[in-house]
């Protein structure tokens, strides 16, 4: 299905802006957890949608934002490609307008890139009720901003995505996934002795038994490091059960959480139960303890927490000074802060 409603949205935003109407955007809806709920009129962009153009060998996809992920997963799937940072869809409505604003990715994120980093080029309707091309193409930065990145993780609040170009990889030629015993404080330290090294690992996790890890590659690479590594194999499909939540960790009745944290940093003595993605760098909690003191605690070591369920405390505050670059960018591209208000922080 190819259907451009480009004007109906920007007429849309324009009537927004005419009124002083904040909006709601909204693709599939499957990452509502994250944030603030936001109290506005709902600008559905699952029908504004269709790949524009693909052209394998160029590595570069184009499509517009209401696009279903698996439909542009298919897409490259046939062409022996793939979206490197392996974006979480967590529903069977995700779009790619909703990947990039979320600006979640998958367990090959610290081997492959983040959301942001695929981003090469976007149309936006700004809250000047503009439709303009950023990025790649025509246009590049306005005021100093790289405006296409500054989409990923933004939900929302800067613009209106319309369309998206992104950087697609070949597929590895070789995948193994194995699994070995080893406690999560051994796994910490393998990993960073590992990371010094050649190693084809596209995944590492540690559920809290053991270290899982993924291999990919040319067969003569994968098969080696197979043989260094020991281990047991298992099914690749762990990735996606891992990159979907939904692995038996994700089913525990705690409320959970996404640590994020520097690649180096040694293992926590968090209250609850944790798993261990992205080699240590991204920690899921599922812990009852205050929100308050999980945040000092994982801010002590330079990292931040985010819940995983939508509320007014879900995503950690800025400091001070942090927030007022935020709220600067808002008001350039947003004057009358009618896109997603307050959907990442109340002043935003």
């Not at 934002?65 to 940072?85: S, V």
């Not at 944790?274 to 945040?295: C, F, M, N, V």
Request: hydrophobic fraction near 40%; proline fraction near 7%.
């Amino acid at each position: 299905m190819n259907t451009d409603l480009s004007k109906d949205l920007l007429e849309q935003v324009n009537r927004a802006l005419d009124l002083g109407t904040p909006l709601r955007i909204q693709g599939g809806n499957s990452k509502a957890m994250l944030g603030r709920p936001v109290d506005g009129e709902l600008v559905d962009t699952r029908g504004h949608r269709g790949i524009l153009s693909y052209d394998p060998t160029e590595l570069v996809l184009t499509a517009r934002a209401g696009t279903p992920l698996l439909e542009i997963e298919a897409a490259l799937h046939e062409a022996g490609q793939m979206l490197p940072c392996e974006p979480p869809h967590l529903g069977p409505g995700a779009t790619l307008g909703g990947m990039v604003a979320a600006g979640l990715s998958g367990p090959r994120r610290p081997w492959a890139g983040a959301v942001r980093d695929q981003v090469l080029g976007t149309r936006l309707i700004t809250g000047h009720g503009k439709l303009l091309r950023f990025g790649g193409e025509v246009m590049k930065n306005v005021a100093g901003y790289d405006v296409s990145r500054l989409m990923a993780g933004s939900f929302g609040s800067l613009g209106l995505l319309t369309e998206v170009s992104l950087k697609v990889l070949p597929r590895p030629r070789q995948c193994q996934s194995l699994r070995l015993q080893m406690s999560r404080r051994q796994a910490l330290a393998e990993l960073a002795q590992w990371g010094q090294q050649p190693l084809p690992i596209s995944a590492a996790c540690h559920d809290g038994e053991a270290l899982y890890l993924r291999l990919e590659g040319g067969e003569g690479s994968v098969r080696s490091a197979r043989e260094r590594l020991g281990g047991e194999p298992v099914a690749n499909d762990f990735w996606h059960e891992l990159r979907e939540q939904r692995l038996g960790f994700f089913r525990q009745p705690a409320p959970l959480w996404r640590l994020s944290l520097p690649l180096a940093c040694a293992d926590l003595d968090l209250p609850g139960l944790q798993l261990l993605d992205w080699g240590g760098a991204q920690r899921w909690l599922k812990s009852d303890a205050p929100a308050h003191a999980l945040r000092e605690q994982v801010a002590a070591v330079g990292g931040h927490a985010t819940a995983y369920a939508q509320g007014e405390h879900s995503i950690a505050p800025l400091p001070a000074a942090l927030l007022r670059y935020h709220q600067a960018l808002k008001r350039q591209l947003d004057p009358q802060g009618i896109f997603n208000p307050g959907r990442l922080y109340p002043d935003l």
